[in-house]
């Protein structure tokens, strides 16, 4: 009985992050233009790279769009997360709270993905409304030329925009907008159907990527500048470059540019070094052979104690050409809880053995019946947490 109120104890500690906080939630008084709101901000904090959200939850009017944007399941989790990602460097966690975007509403974003007009499209438009008639910042199709001429010379670069709203607190409990986050998602890849109907695909060159990446960016701002409550806000905009859509790992941002209030264009670019890698690959074995080599040895010792294994998937984010986090899929075929028992305690010496404590490491152990086992060890962790699904 003593022993089973321990547990109980311990797991209470766990759950309030090992330090029990009691305090209340805060409420705050949010201020826009017109009006003011009563919101709660949550005083638990996760961790310092997550912020702390505005509720109720102000879901964006442009909801959802992502999913119909972008294909790649990997790609649209990493555009959210490692847009919040680099937003932090200018809008701390500590002193900002994340909101929805409320600005840029579904109709606009959806106007601004599209193609420019063509000369002939656009002289079928009255002059006074061309300006709002022309708003997309794909280029305008070229349609001189055979299909794939027409095609790699004027493919869609920009596929999807994701806002991000940021909210400052001040000492009387007032929140208001202090930055915005924009997110602009580009195809590395241009998909179409050549005239016979089967499906084409062109890989665009990094460098055009790049260019028409930051031109885009550029009117974006002054787009951005003429609306309404967002003329004097700080503004943080990133370029982020998809994978193909059977990529099993997710695209990576590659720059970003801070605006300050009082500026209506993006004076200075700065490089993001970030990228994903599947372990193991001939990739990583060109550009990390130490991890690739880690990776290959771990999985060589899973296939010594474990014919009933099927594979190891990893993917590896690496930031400045430094592996900073490790995540493992092992999908494996059961045949009782003790071997699931059994399995997870080995893996776990594997991954304390092969894997030193300067990157994380979560690894996800999953049958045809869902999730089995998870073990997480974090930076400079001697142990880490495991968990078996009951």
């Known amino acids: 009985m003593r022993r089973s109120w ?6 209470i500690l766990f759950i309030s992050g090992c330090v029990p906080n009691f305090e209340q939630d805060e409420e705050i008084v949010q201020e826009n233009e017109e009006t003011q709101e009563t919101a709660i901000v949550p005083n638990f904090q996760i961790s310092e790279q997550y912020y702390r959200t505005v509720l109720p939850f102000k879901a964006s009017e442009s909801r959802g769009l992502v999913v119909n944007r972008i294909s790649n399941r990997l790609d649209i989790d990493e555009f959210e997360t490692g847009l919040m990602r680099l937003s932090q460097n200018t809008f701390s966690s500590e002193d900002y709270l994340y909101q929805d975007g409320q600005y840029l509403d579904r109709d606009t974003i959806t106007s601004w993905l599209q193609r420019k007009l063509t000369d002939e499209e656009l002289a079928k438009v009255k002059e006074e409304d061309r300006a709002e008639e022309n708003r997309g910042l794909n280029p305008a199709p070229v349609t001189v030329g055979s299909l794939k001429e027409q095609n790699e010379a004027s493919p869609i670069y920009l596929s999807h925009l994701l806002e991000q709203n940021y909210l400052k607190k001040d000492n009387e409990g007032k929140a208001e907008l202090g930055g915005i986050s924009i997110g602009l998602a580009l195809n590395s890849v241009h998909y179409y159907n050549q005239e016979d109907g089967y499906p084409r695909e062109y890989v665009i060159p990094d460098a055009e990527i790049e260019q028409q990446g930051k031109k885009m960016a550029d009117e974006i701002i002054k787009r951005i500048r003429s609306i309404e409550g967002l003329e004097n806000i700080p503004v943080v905009v990133s370029l982020f470059k998809q994978e193909a859509r059977s990529s099993v790992v997710p695209g990576s941002f590659f720059a970003v540019a801070e605006v300050k209030g009082n500026s209506n264009s993006i004076d200075k670019w700065s490089v993001v070094r970030e990228d994903h890698y ?17 990776m290959l040895n771990f999985k060589a010792d899973i296939d010594e104690y474990f014919p009933n294994y099927t594979g190891v998937i990893g993917r590896a984010f690496y930031r400045d050409e430094q592996l900073t986090e490790l995540s493992i899929d092992i999908p494996m075929q059961f045949y009782g809880k003790a071997e699931v028992v059994g399995f997870t305690q080995y893996l776990t010496g594997l991954i304390m053995e092969h894997f030193p404590n300067y990157f994380s490491v979560k690894c996800y152990i999953s049958s045809i019946d869902g999730p089995e086992a998870v073990i997480i060890r974090g930076v400079n ?9 009951q």
């Open 381 to 389: 962790e001697e142990e880490p947490f495991v968990h078996i699904y």
């Open 6 to 11: 321990a547990f109980f104890i311990i797991s």
């Open 278 to 294: 599947l372990l193991p690959s001939t990739a990583a074995q060109r550009d990390y052979r130490d991890d690739h080599t880690r």
